[in-house]
């Protein structure tokens, strides 16, 4: 740990107050810990003129009880890091592919990918991908174009095949679908139980991919945008994954939001707002979209 400093008063117990070494480059840094296993933060944006300078206000400032993290050692935090799904799908769109894949070589899913990933162009001449009715029978051919076209149609134009990979990982990684050993995709009973809305699988997936810390955050509000709760969304990152950058923390947490929304727990018109009371009664997926 950190060098301590002097001892502070605050709810109502002794803190010990300490520095980091470093500086994170997401400037959230550690503010006091306390015996019991509780650690405090706060945002230092305004405060990094010196180290000398931040260890004044961190000696002083008090905060809220809502910005509390638990207090793990380095080795527990490395062990604990997740691996959040970069472009995490919309409810529907998951239990569509795993619905759609079960059975079909990965192999020729990935064939299919990488045919379309060598066709996104660039920054300054990018291609359209909205329209994939229009796209798939101009940019792909054999098996690639009727694995692209079965996933859009037979999804009911929900999954669009230029944006799987979020889909893939989150199934890969959930254990929702495996690989067998003739190298085709299988849904497993993780996954069936998922399209059926099983609450406690759900649960599950949610803790794995930072649903449920994003949920928690949203439901301390009676409304936000998804810019009000990125600060505390990057504390999270910062204790349990490798994440880092502001885009990528405003990327996954929007992902997140809109997930809430389509798994009917959160409703979005302007601003979120959480819907605590449906959380134990979670709907199957409608396969309609």
Known sequence: MAPSGPELTFDG??????TPSKFPTTHRLPYAAHADGI?????????LSS?????????????????????????ELDMAKLKLTPHLPTYQQACH????????????????????????????????????????????????????????????????????????TLSIQSGLLIVDPQGRFSKTQAGGLYIDGDLEMHQKVDRLEGVDQ?????????????????????????????????????????????????????SHNGSYRSRPKERPTLARCAMNG
């Not at 117990?13 to 300490?18: G, N, S, T």
């Open 13 to 18: 117990r002794k803190w010990k107050a300490f």
């Open 39 to 47: 650690k405090l933060w706060r945002s230092a944006k305004a405060e």
């Open 51 to 75: 180290p000398n300078r931040y260890r004044r206000k961190e000696c002083t400032c008090q905060m809220p009880n809502h910005l509390a993290r638990p207090l793990r050692l380095k080795g």
């Open 97 to 168: 592919f795993i619905r759609l894949i079960d059975g079909i070589p990965e192999a020729d899913l990935r064939s299919m990918m990488s045919a379309i990933r060598k066709q996104t162009g660039t920054p300054s001449n990018p291609v359209d991908w909205t329209d994939p009715g229009r796209w798939i029978p101009e940019r792909l051919t054999g098996e690639d174009a009727d694995i692209a076209r079965m996933l859009w149609t037979e999804s009911g134009c929900v999954l669009n095949p230029r944006h799987v990979r979020g889909a893939l």
């Open 214 to 266: 994003t949920l928690l955050l949203l439901s301390a509000r009676a409304k936000a945008q998804s810019s009000d709760l990125l600060d505390e969304w990057m504390d999270y990152l910062h204790d349990n994954t490798s994440i880092r950058t502001k885009s990528t923390a405003r990327s996954t947490l929007w992902s997140r939001l809109r997930y809430l929304v389509t798994r009917g727990l959160a």
